[in-house]
């Protein structure tokens, strides 16, 4: 299945694998256009959107029944994409605000927060969804579904769910206007850090530093 025939006005609109990948492919375009940097002041409530969209498809397929491919082993899907200038291209525009603290499981008890980016994690998500596209666009719609439905319990909803909450708390804290706390000398390649430390990291930086950059508005 070519790109061309992508969304052809053949396919049933109604069909779960159409609708699903009509989600993901319009998330890779999004974030790949906000990424081009041509509108930076909608930037984050653009990419809040985008990904509370994309989350609308995993909770789809992870209340679906387990999807089995029709194949014991997984076709090749070709070269993976280079994310890279993705990546850099997102951390840019998000700076001062991508690196952010987050709960990996909030099922294990007592366990301390670690640093993470928002450019990392939509990359992350990216590099997941483009897999499964590639199957798709090959005309493997049940490999597609199986790889989607697979990594987003494994990897891309979790990823996704924490850059949410991410981007939502970033919103809130302007539209609130309410301070941050700026994670100074924070990044992701440190230990795991309790709230103390956290603490102790923390500076303090106003919502209306980020406001005008980021596109968003505080409350007067």
């Known amino acids: 299945m070519s790109d061309a025939t992508l969304h052809a006005t053949g ?3 109604d069909d779960f694998a159409v609708q699903i990948a009509d989600q993901i ?3 890779l375009v999004a974030v790949t256009e ?3 940097g041509d509108e930076p002041d909608s930037a984050v409530p653009f ?3 985008e990904v509370s969209q994309l989350l609308l498809a995993g909770g789809r397929l992870g209340a679906h029944e387990d999807i089995v491919p029709d194949e014991r082993y ?4 070709g070269p993976e994409q280079d994310v890279d200038e993705l990546r850099e291209r997102l ?3 998000l700076d001062p605000v991508d690196v952010y603290s987050e709960v990996f499981d909030p099922y294990e008890p007592r366990k301390a927060p670690v640093p993470a980016r928002i450019s990392d994690d939509l990359v992350d998500v990216m590099a997941d969804l483009r897999h499964g596209m590639a199957h798709y666009r090959a005309g493997r719609t049940t490999e597609a ?3 989607w439905q697979f990594s987003y319990f494994s990897n891309w909803g979790s990823t996704a769910s924490a850059t949410l909450r991410a981007l939502q708390s970033l ?3 302007v539209r609130l206007n309410q301070p941050l706390a700026e994670l100074d000398g924070l990044d992701t390649d440190q230990e795991l850090m309790g709230d103390e430390t956290l603490e102790f990291e923390a500076g303090q930086v106003m919502a209306q530093e980020i406001a005008g950059p980021l596109g968003l508005r505080k409350v007067t």
Do not use: R
């Not at 997984?74 to 899907?77: G, K, S």
């Open 171 to 173: 919103v809130a804290h």
């Open 11 to 13: 396919q049933n609109p």
């Open 34 to 36: 906000v990424a081009k």
């Open 91 to 93: 951390a840019a525009m």
């Open 25 to 27: 492919e319009s998330f």
């Open 47 to 49: 990419l809040l959107l």
């Open 74 to 77: 997984e076709p090749d899907p």
């Open 145 to 147: 579904l199986w790889w």
